[in-house]
T-cell receptor, first 111, second 111 residues
Framework: GNSVTQMEGPVTLSEEAFLTINCTYT??????LFWYVQYPGEGLQLLLK?????DKGSNKGFEATYRKETTSFHLEKGSVQVSDSAVYFC??????????FGSGTKLNVKP | NAGVTQTPKFRVLKTGQSMTLLCAQD?????MYWYRQDPGMGLRLIHY???????AKGEVPDGYNVSRLKKQNFLLGLESAAPSQTSVYFC??????????FGSGTRLTVV
């Protein structure tokens, strides 16, 4: 069945550092892939998505490329800010009914 | 603003009490979900619905019931609350082609 594996956190970076959060997936076919972000005390929000192989999703300076060869969808940002401190979840559909979410990676950005 | 609204935001229950969590969405989404989020456990699916009048069990359905009498509402009930049900509960909805939209969560404490 479909599943995702995320790197464990927490990840602690200084402001303006480069961010990578790894996500690999196992899937039947080529489902859409998603990154969600959860800020403290809030629900999950869609950050970006990619719908097919080699697509790049981007939003708020974050990017992720759907890599079929390596079954990966790593999240990157060139220069993080304190306001990016949150928990990030990789996700993909199990079937049209429901999604699988990764376990989440907490990012702490220090000024 | 369009989205998913959860009520209440906070609740404290005594063991054995019952309550209902309400989720309402105004995006005409077919699919609705209830998740619980616990430290170190990520998101776990409790129940979901693929349309008005339908419900189905997720990963952790025991101790919960749900109803979807109207397309825009998805209710989660706890008949006899237990301390193990202390958690943050998130409702989400989605259309067939898109990702999830989450509510802001209900923080439930059972004492």
């Amino acid at each position: 069945g479909n599943s995702v594996t995320q790197m464990e956190g927490p990840v602690t970076l200084s402001e303006e550092a480069f961010l990578t959060i790894n996500c690999t997936y196992t899937a039947t076919g080529y489902p859409s892939l998603f990154w969600y972000v959860q800020y403290p005390g809030e629900g999950l929000q869609l950050l970006l998505k990619a719908t097919k192989a080699d697509d790049k999703g981007s939003n708020k300076g974050f990017e992720a490329t759907y890599r079929k060869e390596t079954t990966s969808f790593h999240l990157e940002k060139g220069s993080v800010q304190v306001s990016d401190s949150a928990v990030y979840f990789c996700a993909l559909p199990h079937n049209f009914n429901k999604f699988y979410f990764g376990s989440g990676t907490k990012l702490n950005v220090k000024p | 603003n369009a989205g998913v609204t959860q009520t209440p935001k906070f609740r404290v229950l005594k063991t054995g009490q019952s309550m209902t969590l309400l989720c309402a969405q105004d995006m005409n989404h077919e699919y609705m979900y209830w998740y619980r989020q616990d430290p170190g456990m990520g998101l776990r699916l409790i129940h979901y619905s693929v349309g008005e009048g339908t419900t189905a069990k997720g990963e952790v359905p025991d101790g919960y019931n749900v109803s979807r009498l109207k397309k825009q509402n998805f209710l989660l009930g706890l008949e006899s609350a237990a301390p193990s049900q202390t958690s943050v509960y998130f409702c989400a909805s989605r259309s067939h082609l898109d990702g999830y939209t989450f509510g802001s969560g209900t923080r439930l404490t059972v004492v």
